[in-house]
């Protein structure tokens, strides 16, 4: 307890102003920070995958499974954050036994089991299927056990059931697109919603959030894309890691647009909390908001973007460069992530002061905490391409 | 038009009136009914508790803040509290200042020589237990709920420590008890009210400026309270129905 | 039916009979009864042990103090005001309640103070009313301007 205290003494000397006596801690730190950019991969990911399968651009082929396998990856992780945030982790059950369904956050189980199960799983089991069964008969040993397993016993692999397989995946596709929507939508609404914070409660805050995780998971899909191919020695598919290129562009104006106007809406109306969000935005929040979020993270990601699209450069550029974006943008984002959720929480609802947040390196909020929910998955997808590679899927059958 | 297509339009209509029908005859019973029909709202039947709080009246003693803590044993660290006081200082200028030292349980000293200030008063604070309350709203679990009452209570075995009540509250009244490890407010001291006694604050107050009272009751104190006085709550614009009305509540006030 | 279908049907039935048991036998028996919550919690909530006794408790043995508070200056204060949280005492006698002592006691309320009320409450400046001296030597706490030494 002791250290308990003693942290919140220090920043009850760092308050500026005025706060609500209760404010002094932050309720909501780094973890929850992750939580939206965790989903937010994981739709943004998926809104790729389906961008090759259900509007058909079929120069994005050879990313389609390694976003899907990417979102899972990820997917896995996502409640990670928020069980171990809860005070009390081991009630969490209680949020899918009695949901208040007034509360946004009550669709969280629901949501959550929906998208892994109804969307995610199924699409993958579906594409992969055919593989499965036939990997299942050649692979010796446990590894062929699992293949067996997962086949979930239906061996059937006649050209009718692949053809059940291709129309079960593309309306599980299409299902996908409203649900990763919801799935990072509803995190948005969870914020947008709350009138009693002016730097949350807007109705943009959902589709900025949206638009936000498609950018991050277009750079992180990207980013493996080229890692994989690079790991394993192969020539990439330039034509395909330029529409990737080309759609992150697209995403990235769409989403410094929304963001712009959510600020230009606010500094026009300057209604009661303006004062408080101006000083908290040239304030503490100056280096990661206008340097990070929308500096490094945004405006140099599409100039370098938008060169490229306009000027012939060469392929080894082309590719150093996406790969510096990517990194840039997928900083920019968590950043993105960060200022909404510490920056809603450093001012006082009294509008008349500010409190401090310290991040400790270790501990159950700490950054080292936050950097395993992030290394984890990369682990649990470094996984699933050596259990479900793509690239030893069997070829189509001739007709 | 053939026999056919009349029998078609006949059935869809018939099924038409029989959806509305319905539709009309639910809306009666469900939410929109409370709208259309005016059926029972909500606190009418049985007691009803809100506080009254006199801005004339307040010294500033710090005794309830105080009190509040030794009677539900929240912790005396000074960074959470169900009740607390705070000052204000409006300067000849203009500027407003404001400070809640320990929550005003130590007393408050006043920094400003007398001739620059324009006007100075105290404010206590609390839950406002409101009837339309963004906190219950929030609750993921249902571990925050109106008592049939109209007391804002937490259920400390049910709650989940998500923290989203504390986020929700536009009057910064809620906390996570660093003991209990849920999430903590002020209750109405609903353990002494429902035994006829007074909110502790209400109890050790030495001017009477918080009045407890039963709002379904016409005779009672913080009805005659809301009757004599120019009442106002915090934060109207919130839409919170908040129970807490203030006499004497000057726009300085957050 | 192609064999997938019938398969996942299986599955997700499975995994919904079991989420639904589970469901029957977590929900507390009392959630629901009054609204989305445990009715239980409200007689938890109720049963908390109080510590202040209530200024009716006190007057029923200290009558003689409660009246002759009542007629003066102090008669809004109750008596737990400033001797604090005395329920164990009117259970059990021989545990006493706290006795205010030393100027600071008294100096919480009446200290001068820009922001109290004037009218509201006596005020004076500790420094220059008489500086050393407790307050009880010339004041009774129970009737403040009553047989002034």
């Known amino acids: 307890m002791e250290p308990h205290f003693q942290h919140l003494h220090e920043m009850l000397s760092k308050v500026d102003g005025f706060i609500y006596p209760n404010e002094i801690d932050l309720n909501w730190s780094v973890l929850i920070v992750l939580y939206p950019y965790i989903t937010g991969l994981v739709a943004g990911a998926f809104i790729l995958a389906s961008l090759e399968r259900v509007f058909k651009v079929r120069v994005l082929r050879p990313t389609y499974t390694i976003a899907l396998l990417t979102a899972m990856s990820f997917l896995l992780v996502a409640t990670m954050p928020l069980v171990s945030h809860l005070a009390q982790p081991q009630r969490f059950y209680e949020i899918m036994i009695t949901p208040h369904f007034t509360s946004a956050m009550a669709i969280f189980g629901f949501v959550y089991m929906w998208y892994l199960m109804v969307v995610l799983l199924l699409e993958i089991w579906f594409d992969y299927r055919r593989d499965l069964v036939l990997w299942s008969q050649e692979t010796p040993g446990f590894k062929g056990w699992i293949y067996k397993v997962l086949t979930l016993g239906v061996k059937d692999i006649s050209p009718k059931s692949l053809k059940w397989d291709e129309k079960l995946g593309y309306a599980v596709t299409v299902i996908g697109i409203p649900s990763a929507f919801l799935l990072h939508g509803y995190v948005g609404f969870i914020f947008g919603s709350v009138k009693a914070n002016p730097w949350w409660s807007t109705v943009l805050m959902p589709v900025i959030f949206i638009f936000s995780a498609m950018v991050s998971g277009i750079a992180l899909v990207m980013l493996v894309f080229m890692a994989v191919n690079y790991i394993r020695k192969k020539k990439i598919n330039m034509l395909c890691l330029d529409t990737i290129a080309k759609y992150l562009l697209v995403a990235l104006i769409l989403d410094f647009a929304l963001e712009g106007l959510d600020q230009v809406h606010r500094i026009y109306e300057s209604e009661e909390s303006f004062q408080i969000l101006d000083l908290l935005v040239k304030g503490k929040l100056t280096y990661t908001l206008f340097l990070f979020q929308w500096g490094l993270g945004m405006l140099v990601p599409i100039i370098i973007l938008g060169y490229l699209q306009i000027f012939r450069s060469g392929e080894k550029i082309r590719k150093i460069l996406y790969a510096a974006t990517g990194i840039l943008v997928l900083v920019g984002i968590f950043f993105m992530r960060w200022n909404v959720v510490i920056g809603g929480q450093l001012f006082s609802k009294s509008f008349a002061g500010f409190t401090a947040f310290k991040l400790n390196l270790i501990g159950s909020e700490g950054l080292l905490m936050a950097a395993v929910w992030l290394i984890v998955p990369l682990l649990i997808l470094a996984f699933l391409l050596w259990l479900l590679p793509p690239w030893k899927k069997h070829p189509e059958p001739a007709d | ?254 | 039916m192609p064999a997938q279908i019938k398969r996942l049907a299986l599955l997700f039935g499975l995994f919904l009979a079991i989420f639904l048991t589970a469901r029957y036998f977590l929900v507390p028996k009392s959630f629901g009864e009054y609204g989305h919550y445990r009715g239980l919690s409200l007689t938890e909530n109720q049963s908390k042990i109080p510590r202040y006794a209530g200024q009716a408790v006190c007057q029923d043995c200290h009558d003689d103090l409660a009246g002759l508070k009542s007629s003066n200056e102090h008669a809004t204060l109750s008596c737990e005001t400033c001797h604090g949280p005395s329920l164990i005492h009117a259970e059990n006698q021989d545990s006493l309640p706290f006795r205010p002592s030393g100027r600071d006691f008294c100096l919480r309320c009446h200290r001068i103070h820009p922001a109290r009320p004037a009218a509201n409450v006596a005020m004076i400046n500790p420094e220059e009313h008489n500086a050393g001296q407790q307050c009880t030597d010339c004041h009774n706490p129970h009737s403040p301007w009553e047989n002034m030494k």
């Open chain 2, 1 to 254: 038009m053939g026999k056919h297509e009349i029998k078609n339009r006949r059935r869809f209509l018939k099924d038409a009136a029989l959806i509305a029908g319905g539709l009309f005859v639910s809306g009666g019973t469900g939410p929109f009914g409370q709208i259309l029909f005016a059926t029972e709202r909500k606190g009418t039947k049985g007691p009803w508790y809100g506080m009254g709080i006199d801005l004339e009246k307040c010294i500033g003693c710090g005794n309830c803040a105080s009190a509040c803590k030794a009677e539900n044993g929240v912790s005396r660290e000074p960074y959470y509290f169900r009740t607390w006081v705070e000052q204000y200082t409006i300067l000849n200028d203009g500027t407003v200042k404001i400070s809640s030292p320990n929550g005003g349980i130590d007393g408050f000293v006043q920094d400003f020589p007398e001739s620059d200030i324009f006007k100075s008063f105290f404010v206590p604070k609390m839950c406002n237990h409101c009837e339309n309350s963004p906190c219950v709203q929030v609750c993921p679990v249902g571990a925050t709920f109106d008592s049939p009452e109209g007391v804002v209570l937490v259920d400390e075995h049910y709650c989940i420590g998500c923290r989203y009540c504390v986020q929700a509250c536009p009057y910064g009244c809620r906390y996570i008890d660093p003991d209990r490890k849920v999430a903590d407010k002020c209750t109405l001291c609903y353990h002494r009210i429902m035994n006829g006694m007074l909110p502790a604050c209400v109890e050790v107050c030495p001017k009477g400026a918080k009045i407890f009272g039963d709002l379904n009751d016409p005779g009672s104190e913080l009805v005659k309270f809301k009757r004599e006085h120019s009442w106002q709550v915090l934060k109207p614009h919130m839409n919170t129905d908040s129970k807490v009305y203030y006499n004497g509540l000057r726009a300085e006030v957050r």
